[in-house]
């Protein structure tokens, strides 16, 4: 069964730091990886779609790596800011049956000015 | 577009009464989503939706839990009796992906009913 871990749970860093976020997963069978961000009281929205036969993506200050054979990704935020400051999750969509997204359970992140 | 659009934002309900949440899909999508989401658990997937016929409901805790979609702009996620450890945020999504596909497109996400059974 496919399993996806966070870690940290929450991380609080000062205004300008860059950042990494963690993220792995057991079953390497996998058709992307995606990442999202949920703020308080809201929806997820998503960040970057990383597919199975890519490293990396970039998107502005953001930018995700994926190295399946290893079960790892990693969320990169450079100069990071107050607006940042949110739930990131990251979620697997896993082949054979298709059964959708699994979801890590994030990393709370509060970046202060 | 409106996104995806979930009602009601937020429930009170007894022990024993039946709550329905609603969810419309964004138009031209073919999939859609119910997730559940806990301190505890996080996000679980309950059930999934493909041209309006569920595909996988494996994740739905049980009986009293049932969901459907009779047309592609609207589905509903019925819990029948509630119960207090049914208290959560409940999430519809939904993508123009299909089953299975490599392209992946993104997953569009409502913003979650929140759901309190006393």
């Given at each position: 069964?496919?399993?996806?871990?966070?870690?940290?749970?929450?991380?609080?860093?000062?205004?300008g730091e860059n950042l990494v976020l963690n993220c792995s997963f057991t079953d390497s069978a996998i058709y992307n990886l995606q990442w999202f961000?949920?703020?308080?009281?809201?929806?997820?929205?998503?960040?970057?779609?990383?597919?199975?036969?890519?490293?990396?993506?970039?998107?502005?200050?953001?930018?995700?790596?994926?190295?399946?054979?290893?079960?790892?990704?990693?969320?990169?935020?450079?100069?990071?800011?107050?607006?940042?400051?949110?739930?990131?999750?990251?979620?697997?969509?896993?082949?054979?049956?298709?059964?959708?997204?699994?979801?890590?359970?994030?990393?709370?992140?509060?970046?202060?000015? | 577009?409106?996104?995806?659009?979930?009602s009601p934002r937020h429930e009170v309900t007894e022990m024993g009464q039946e709550v329905t949440l609603r969810c419309k899909p964004i138009s031209?999508?073919?999939?859609?989503?119910?997730?559940?989401?806990?301190?505890?658990?996080?996000?679980?997937?309950?059930?999934?939706?493909?041209?309006?016929?569920?595909?996988?409901?494996?994740?739905?805790?049980?009986?009293?839990?049932?969901?459907?979609?009779?047309?592609?702009?609207?589905s509903t996620l019925k819990i029948q009796p509630s119960e207090p450890r049914d208290s959560a945020v409940y999430f519809c999504a939904s993508t123009?992906?299909?089953?299975?596909?490599?392209?992946?497109?993104?997953?569009?996400?409502?913003?979650?009913?929140?759901?309190?059974?006393?």
């Amino acid at each position: 069964k496919q399993e996806v871990t966070q870690i940290p749970a929450a991380l609080s860093v000062p205004e300008g730091e860059n950042l990494v976020l963690n993220c792995s997963f057991t079953d390497s069978a996998i058709y992307n990886l995606q990442w999202f961000r949920q703020d308080p009281g809201k929806g997820l929205t998503s960040l970057l779609l990383i597919q199975s036969s890519q490293r990396e993506q970039t998107s502005g200050r953001l930018n995700a790596s994926l190295d399946k054979s290893s079960g790892r990704s990693t969320l990169y935020i450079a100069a990071s800011q107050p607006g940042d400051s949110a739930t990131y999750l990251c979620a697997v969509m896993i082949g054979q049956a298709g059964t959708a997204l699994i979801f890590g359970k994030g990393t709370t992140l509060s970046v202060s000015s | 577009d409106a996104g995806v659009i979930q009602s009601p934002r937020h429930e009170v309900t007894e022990m024993g009464q039946e709550v329905t949440l609603r969810c419309k899909p964004i138009s031209g999508h073919n999939s859609l989503f119910w997730y559940r989401q806990t301190m505890m658990r996080g996000l679980e997937l309950l059930i999934y939706f493909n041209n309006n016929v569920p595909i996988d409901d494996s994740g739905m805790p049980e009986d009293r839990f049932s969901a459907k979609m009779p047309n592609a702009s609207f589905s509903t996620l019925k819990i029948q009796p509630s119960e207090p450890r049914d208290s959560a945020v409940y999430f519809c999504a939904s993508t123009s992906a299909g089953w299975v596909s490599p392209s992946g497109n993104t997953i569009y996400f409502g913003e979650g009913s929140w759901l309190t059974v006393v």
